[in-house]
Nanobody, 118 residues
Framework: VQLVESGGGLVQAGGSLRLSCTFS????????MAWFRQAPGQEREYVGS????????DSSESVKGRFTISRDNTKNTLYLQMNSLNPVDTAVYYC????????????WGQGTQVTVSA
């Protein structure tokens, strides 16, 4: 399985970005997908996840109401729509995949940088 993130960049506070994660090398619908992020000097933080069909999503309190996770199973792609961005959202964002009922995400992308300026 290979995961490749894209869509990161520099945005002003209050702005929006949409990240994408393309999946290959397996059957996309077997996998629960998730987004994580890691800011400099900090531990990796869970952002949210989505089940195989897209019918069930979860997100951390820090992004709830601002970030939306979705997937397009026809395109083998995971998305993270980020609105109302602020500087504390600055981090490298990673997508990850796991096969339920595993609790561990086994596959990770290389990450995409998101920088939010004040």
């Amino acid at each position: 399985v290979q995961l490749v993130e894209s869509g990161g960049g520099l945005v002003q506070a209050g702005g929006s970005l949409r990240l994408s994660c393309t999946f290959s090398g397996g059957t996309f619908t077997y996998y629960t997908m998730a987004w994580f992020r890691q800011a400099p000097g900090q531990e990796r933080e869970y952002v949210g996840s989505i089940n195989w069909s897209g019918a069930s999503t979860d997100s951390s309190e820090s992004v709830k109401g601002r970030f939306t996770i979705s997937r397009d199973n026809t395109k083998n792609t995971l998305y993270l729509q980020m609105n109302s961005l602020n500087p504390v959202d600055t981090a490298v964002y990673y997508c990850a995949a796991k096969v339920p009922p595993s609790t561990n995400y086994n596959y990770w992308g290389q990450g995409t940088q998101v920088t939010v300026s004040a």
